[in-house]
């Protein structure tokens, strides 16, 4: 049974290009950011080490960042020529984007600052100019910059949020109300007139070479190349590119390089799926090589991917004697100990992790993850808190989100609200996250606040009926009943089940003397809650059998596991899981021919393959070994087709 889900290997699909583009050269468009970013999401790919033959990936991905560089220059070269010829604010202005795209900010100041004087009602010059004060760390200038800008177009609400952001990272807390009450008024004027920001799928600009995407989960460099991407998130690409290319040198997985043909057979093997050939190989290419640190991390893989959690963690252990420092084989020894439900030696493992390689974002996240299944809240917030000071390259949103769950669940509402703003920073354009953070200062009774982030989550996207139904509330708890009505109704237009909305447009209904119309709404969100109590109901009955059947199994009592995993099944019959743990306790009891009946519905339900697994054991103990063999052969299958769609998933 696995007791966490997880994957080893790493998706990188998330990683996207974010901020100014480049211009176009004459010959058409020109995107070297895009290639170095394709670059670097294939430097990550490799650098997972999942099948160990990714030292020329590595190497090529390297190259390709160098060379995506020099296109780069080239593309800004051609665009200075154009720059040239065109000695217009518009020229300037562009040139000064494609000097602050390849972080060359000193320069593009001097063209922002070259523009001005000749468009001096342009706010997009004081924005750009004030991001480029921001990446030089000139926060007093930048701030100066965006207050111009803010002044110059009133009614755009993203001016008026950044300058307020600012006003207050500076501890000017009086000139940074205004300025949200500014951002309050034109986003209150612009939903009044119809909407949000039309056309706009980011309308909070970023400067940045990735985007942070919502529901990514992080995304960390081995921590031999933190220093390397370091230099990436400080705009020093080419200084970046010579230290991955440093540490690459010491890095085991590149450092090794498969030279018997049974090393290379098995890691050919393991990468197709083809599991019994690459567990063959690599024993006997450990039998041979008994002190290569590299081919037994690569045969613990591979016996993970095998579902052979014991001998796993022994090829990991033996790894990371013979190499203290291999972060990969040490986080894996954690992630297989989990998944073999070992969580007490999991969390040694993760924990010695942390010890040896103290810069592993990975092994933290890790870790963390293991206490908040745990529900030890504090100590899981600790590890998150480590893995976002270590910076992955994607997935702050996700990381942030948890650290705020995690304070919520002490409760420690002040930390919770400052994890959600940071949430909100590094990902302005989700609009979940604002309303998310609206909601904390609105249980803190931080009305003005609230109202802002509800807002802000609505210029994001004008259908989020949570901050419809947020705003609802603030209107209602301050007296403005009228406002607190509509919000409350174009929440419901988005979303008819959504109670908050409901309550509040019947509390502002019954205020307003509309008793009536007031009561009917009170009915609605009654029959709403009581939908909701049953969902809780049965979550809390769930969890009471969740724990009957693992103290019945700990005991040993199969009668009463089974008799309470029977219970749980109508809780959620659609879950193949709930068929399957059934089946496996059958089968220790002896049960054998039911256990067959629920492993073959939790495979109508597309279980994975322990459903095979379990087939063809029961076949076995049965004897029907023609059965027996026909389900390990599926088993075998499914293995093999989950390596190679999806990795290492759990």
Same mark, same amino acid.
């Given at each position: 049974?696995?007791?966490?889900?997880?994957?080893?290997?790493?998706?990188?699909?998330?990683?996207?290009?974010?901020?100014?583009?480049?211009?176009?050269?004459?010959?058409?468009?020109?995107?070297?950011?895009?290639?170095?970013?394709?670059?670097?999401?294939?430097? !990550?790919?490799?650098?997972?080490?999942?099948?160990?033959?990714?030292?020329?990936?590595?190497?090529?991905?390297?190259?390709?960042?160098?060379?995506?560089?020099?296109?780069?220059?080239?593309?800004?070269?051609?665009?200075?020529?154009?720059?040239?010829?065109?000695?217009?604010?518009?020229?300037?202005?562009?040139?000064?984007?494609?000097?602050? +795209?390849?972080?060359?900010?000193?320069?593009?100041?001097?063209?922002? =600052?070259?523009?001005?004087?000749?468009?001096?009602?342009?706010?997009?010059?004081?924005?750009?100019?004030?991001?480029?004060?921001?990446?030089?760390?000139?926060?007093?200038?930048?701030?100066?910059?965006?207050?111009?800008?803010?002044?110059?177009?009133?009614?755009?609400?993203?001016?008026?949020?950044?300058?307020?952001?600012?006003?207050?990272? =500076?501890?000017?807390?009086?000139?940074?109300?205004?300025?949200?009450?500014?951002?309050?008024?034109?986003?209150?004027?612009?939903?009044?007139?119809?909407?949000?920001?039309?056309?706009?799928?980011?309308?909070?600009?970023?400067?940045?070479?990735?985007?942070?995407?919502?529901?990514?989960?992080?995304?960390?460099?081995?921590?031999?190349?933190?220093?390397?991407?370091?230099?990436?998130?400080?705009?020093?690409?080419?200084?970046?590119?010579?230290?991955?290319?440093?540490?690459?040198?010491?890095?085991?997985?590149?450092?090794?390089?498969?030279?018997?043909?049974?090393?290379?057979?098995?890691?050919?093997?393991?990468?197709?799926?083809?599991?019994?050939?690459?567990?063959?190989? !690599?024993?006997?290419?450990?039998?041979?090589?008994?002190?290569?640190?590299?081919?037994?991390?690569?045969?613990?893989?591979?016996?993970?991917?095998?579902?052979?959690? +014991?001998?796993?963690?022994?090829?990991?252990?033996?790894?990371?004697?013979?190499?203290?420092?291999?972060?990969?084989?040490?986080?894996?020894?954690?992630?297989?100990?989990?998944?073999?439900?070992?969580?007490?030696?999991?969390?040694?493992?993760?924990?010695?992790?942390?010890?040896?390689?103290?810069?592993?974002?990975?092994?933290?996240?890790?870790?963390?993850?293991?206490?908040?299944?745990?529900?030890?809240?504090?100590?899981?917030?600790?590890?998150?808190?480590?893995?976002?000071?270590?910076?992955?390259?994607?997935?702050?949103?996700?990381?942030?989100?948890?650290?705020?769950?995690?304070?919520?669940?002490?409760?420690?509402?002040?930390?919770?609200?400052?994890?959600?703003?940071?949430?909100?920073?590094?990902?302005?354009?989700?609009?979940?996250?604002?309303?998310?953070?609206?909601?904390?200062?609105?249980?803190?009774?931080?009305?003005?606040?609230?109202?802002?982030?509800?807002?802000?989550?609505?210029?994001?996207?004008?259908?989020?009926?949570?901050?419809?139904?947020?705003?609802?509330?603030?209107?209602?708890?301050?007296?403005?009943?009228?406002?607190?009505?509509?919000?409350?109704?174009?929440?419901?237009?988005?979303?008819?089940?959504?109670?908050?909305?409901?309550?509040?447009?019947?509390?502002?209904?019954?205020?307003?003397?509309?008793?009536?119309?007031?009561?009917?709404?009170?009915?609605?969100?009654?029959?709403?809650?009581?939908?909701?109590?049953?969902?809780?109901?049965?979550?809390?009955?769930?969890?009471?059998?969740?724990?009957?059947?693992?103290?019945?199994?700990?005991?040993? =009592?199969?009668?009463?596991?089974?008799?309470?995993?029977?219970?749980?099944?109508?809780?959620?019959?659609?879950?193949?899981?709930?068929?399957?743990?059934?089946?496996?306790?059958?089968?220790?009891?002896?049960?054998?021919?039911?256990?067959?009946?629920?492993?073959?519905?939790?495979?109508?339900?597309?279980?994975?393959?322990?459903?095979?697994?379990?087939?063809?054991?029961?076949?076995?103990?049965?004897?029907?070994?023609?059965?027996?063999?026909?389900?390990?052969?599926?088993?075998?299958?499914?293995?093999?087709?989950?390596?190679?769609?999806?990795?290492?998933?759990?």
């Amino acid at each position: 049974m696995h007791f966490l889900k997880r994957c080893v290997g790493l998706t990188v699909a998330a990683l996207a290009v974010a901020g100014p583009q480049p211009l176009s050269s004459a010959d058409g468009p020109v995107h070297p950011k895009d290639q170095f970013v394709l670059a670097i999401r294939q430097f !990550l790919e490799a650098t997972a080490g999942r099948y160990g033959d990714e030292q020329a990936a590595t190497r090529a991905a390297i190259d390709a960042m160098r060379q995506a560089l020099v296109s780069w220059d080239q593309a800004v070269l051609t665009n200075e020529v154009a720059a040239a010829g065109n000695p217009s604010p518009e020229g300037f202005w562009s040139l000064g984007l494609v000097y602050l +795209d390849r972080r060359r900010v000193a320069d593009a100041l001097k063209e922002f =600052d070259r523009a001005e004087p000749l468009a001096p009602d342009r706010p997009e010059i004081q924005t750009f100019r004030g991001f480029a004060y921001d990446l030089l760390g000139e926060t007093g200038q930048a701030t100066a910059s965006f207050a111009k800008a803010a002044a110059l177009n009133p009614t755009d609400p993203a001016s008026s949020y950044r300058l307020a952001q600012h006003l207050e990272q =500076d501890g000017r807390s009086e000139e940074a109300e205004k300025a949200w009450q500014q951002f309050r008024d034109s986003q209150l004027r612009r939903l009044t007139q119809g909407g949000g920001p039309a056309g706009l799928n980011a309308p909070f600009i970023r400067v940045d070479l990735m985007r942070q995407a919502p529901n990514v989960a992080p995304i960390f460099p081995a921590a031999r190349y933190r220093d390397a991407f370091t230099a990436i998130r400080q705009g020093r690409y080419d200084d970046a590119v010579a230290r991955l290319k440093e540490a690459a040198e010491s890095d085991p997985l590149l450092r090794f390089e498969a030279t018997a043909a049974a090393e290379r057979e098995g890691r050919t093997a393991l990468r197709a799926g083809r599991l019994s050939d690459a567990l063959l190989q !690599l024993k006997a290419a450990a039998d041979a090589s008994p002190e290569a640190a590299e081919t037994r991390r690569v045969l613990g893989m591979a016996y993970w991917a095998d579902d052979q959690y +014991d001998a796993a963690a022994e090829a990991f252990a033996t790894a990371i004697r013979l190499q203290a420092d291999d972060e990969r084989a040490r986080v894996a020894l954690g992630d297989v100990l989990v998944a073999a439900g070992k969580l007490g030696a999991a969390e040694l493992a993760f924990k010695d992790a942390i010890a040896g390689v103290p810069d592993s974002g990975q092994a933290h996240y890790e870790l963390g993850r293991l206490y908040e299944f745990q529900q030890r809240w504090q100590d899981a917030v600790e590890m998150f808190e480590a893995a976002a000071a270590r910076y992955p390259v994607v997935g702050l949103d996700y990381l942030y989100q948890t650290i705020v769950r995690m304070y919520v669940s002490l409760p420690d509402f002040d930390k919770a609200i400052d994890a959600a703003r940071r949430r909100v920073t590094v990902n302005p354009n989700n609009d979940d996250a604002h309303r998310a953070l609206g909601d904390l200062l609105l249980r803190q009774g931080r009305h003005d606040e609230a109202l802002t982030e509800m807002l802000a989550a609505l210029f994001v996207n004008a259908r989020n009926a949570g901050a419809y139904s947020g705003m609802a509330q603030v209107y209602v708890r301050t007296g403005r009943f009228s406002e607190a009505v509509e919000a409350s109704r174009r929440a419901i237009d988005v979303d008819p089940g959504n109670r908050e909305a409901r309550y509040a447009l019947a509390t502002a209904l019954a205020r307003s003397g509309r008793t009536d119309e007031g009561a009917n709404e009170l009915a609605r969100f009654e029959e709403l809650q009581a939908e909701a109590n049953r969902r809780e109901q049965n979550e809390l009955e769930a969890k009471m059998l969740q724990q009957e059947i693992s103290t019945s199994l700990a005991r040993e =009592d199969y009668d009463a596991a089974i008799a309470a995993l029977e219970k749980a099944i109508p809780l959620d019959p659609r879950s193949p899981s709930s068929y399957l743990n059934l089946a496996a306790v059958l089968k220790k009891s002896g049960r054998i021919r039911e256990a067959i009946e629920n492993l073959n519905k939790a495979l109508a339900l597309k279980a994975g393959p322990d459903a095979y697994r379990l087939l063809a054991e029961a076949y076995d103990t049965l004897g029907e070994s023609q059965e027996s063999q026909k389900y390990r052969r599926l088993y075998d299958q499914a293995k093999a087709e989950r390596l190679r769609s999806t990795g290492w998933t759990r």
